[in-house]
């Protein structure tokens, strides 16, 4: 009988597989720290009702055949994993050459095989994000410091790509091979550091680890959040990774966030949170389960978690249920456009690889429709004279919405959609203040932090 303790034998061959994507994701990783000029300049953008536009383009997915993927039929592919649009849809770009297999035009029916490289060519739209600018808080030869707006995601990620803050940074204020060292929610407003060169980022990011970092966030609650400080340690588990849905569970990852209440206005409470460590919707989560959720927030303050909101965990049915219908509810109301052109059961192409984004789903909420409820325009400040130089020179030239930019085999070309408002783009949840060993940065307070709300 063989020693069970002993080390199973690896097949060099039937390893090399998962070894070469590996290798392939870290190379692409690696290429994407900088945004080439070509790239940069594949598209426009043109400011309306407070809203920063993106002139749809042409872009092409690449990814090389995942492991689940391989011996299925390309259409299957497709049809499964990328249900945004119709089976037909993919048919016809197949067809015509916009779906490729090692950069031939391929058959619907083939069998994708190891090492394929499917690319699949798109006119792209992005959801349109704040026009605020934004605020640079300090910048010098090792590091940059920002107040983020809300509305904005960190990286690209889902449906933004040119919206995104990496981009805007790169494009407009020439800030190229950023190291991140924190992200925030798409739709959460503050501090956000950046390292410019990779001592600064291993510095920082050993911080991070040993945890030197002190980080403060306000946010505002439904109701009169006690006067005692709650320190709340309960475990948080991902419940959905593709919608970015997490929920208290005993089966989660420890973690713990500290808070205390600043005001009370006789409806809502504006809060400080220091979280101690760093999950998934960390703070979001916790002050679900204390039963005061943030007052706009679309995920954890929904009817979709039962009467109480999923206050100590109750719930009243299964959490697959909950998720579907916070899917549903925000389909509804951000996806359906105000006019169709007799369009039926169509809707946006979907990206082919998320691994392209060059972030994950965590920094860009996967329900990336999803709108808040409060204005956001205590952002709208220009600090710097660069900002208001290169707000000025990009505006101008970029005033008209879609002009010769229709595509006629592209769906979402065919539909109008109502914009956000400005009320609907922002969650009550900001990063004021960053504090480490020997530094310490802090962003004025938004708007809604103010109790005569």
């Known amino acids: 009988m063989a020693d069970s303790t002993c080390k199973r034998s690896i097949d060099p061959e039937t390893s090399q597989p998962m070894q070469d994507r590996k290798k392939r994701k870290a190379a692409a990783k690696e290429k994407k720290k900088g945004f080439g000029e070509e790239i940069l300049q594949e598209t426009n953008y043109y400011i ?12 092409t997915f690449t990814t090389h055949a995942k492991g689940r993927w391989v011996g299925k039929k390309l259409i299957d592919i497709f049809k499964n994993e990328f249900s ?11 067809q015509n050459g916009k779906i490729t297999v090692n950069n031939k035009i391929p058959s619907a029916n083939t069998i994708v095989r190891d090492n394929d490289v499917i690319r699949n060519t798109v006119h792209r739209h992005e959801p349109p994000v704040t026009a605020n600018p934004i605020q640079i808080i300090k910048m010098d030869d090792d590091i940059v410091v920002i107040n983020k707006p809300a509305s904005i995601p960190v990286h690209p990620c889902g449906r933004y790509r040119h919206n995104s803050v990496v981009f805007m940074l790169a494009r407009d204020y020439g800030l190229q091979n950023l190291h991140t060292i924190h992200r925030l929610d798409r739709l959460t407003s503050g501090i956000l550091i950046f390292a410019r060169t990779l001592q600064k980022a291993q510095e920082l990011e050993k911080q991070v680890r040993d945890r030197q970092i002190e980080k403060q966030y306000v946010c505002r609650v439904d109701g009169e959040f006690p006067t005692e400080t709650i320190d709340c340690k309960e475990p948080i588990d991902v419940v959905s990774h593709k ?5 208290v569970s005993p089966k989660g990852k420890s973690c713990q ?6 005001s009370y206005n006789g409806k809502t409470s504006l809060v400080k949170c220091i979280p101690l460590t760093g999950r998934m919707h960390q703070i979001r989560v916790h002050l679900q389960w204390l039963g005061y959720p943030i007052v706009n927030d679309p995920i954890y303050n929904h009817e979709a978690w039962g009467p109480n909101k999923g206050k100590a965990g109750h719930i009243d049915k299964d959490v697959d249920s909950i998720v579907l219908t916070l899917l549903q509810f925000h389909r509804h109301d951000n996806v359906i456009p105000k006019q169709v052109d007799e369009i039926k059961n169509l809707d946006s192409v979907d990206e082919l690889d998320k691994d392209n984004s060059s972030s994950s789903s965590q920094n860009c909420e996967n329900i990336s429709q999803v709108r808040q409820h409060q204005d956001n325009k205590s952002e709208s400040h220009i600090t710097t004279e660069k900002i208001q130089a290169s707000e000025d020179v990009n505006q101008s030239p970029m005033v008209s919405p879609l002009e010769n930019n229709v595509h006629q085999d592209c769906v979402e070309c065919r539909l109008t959609y109502k914009d956000p408002t400005p009320e609907e783009m922002v969650l009550w949840l900001h990063a004021l203040k960053y504090k480490g060993p020997d530094w310490e940065f802090e962003a004025k307070l938004p708007e809604w932090s103010l109790d005569n709300l």
């Open 84 to 94: 945004s649009s119709p089976v037909e849809y993919y048919i016809n770009a197949i």
């Open 48 to 59: 309306e009702n407070g809203l920063r536009h993106i002139r749809p383009y042409n872009f």
């Open 243 to 247: 919608l970015g849905v997490c929920r």
């Open 257 to 262: 966030t500290i808070f205390q209440r600043l």
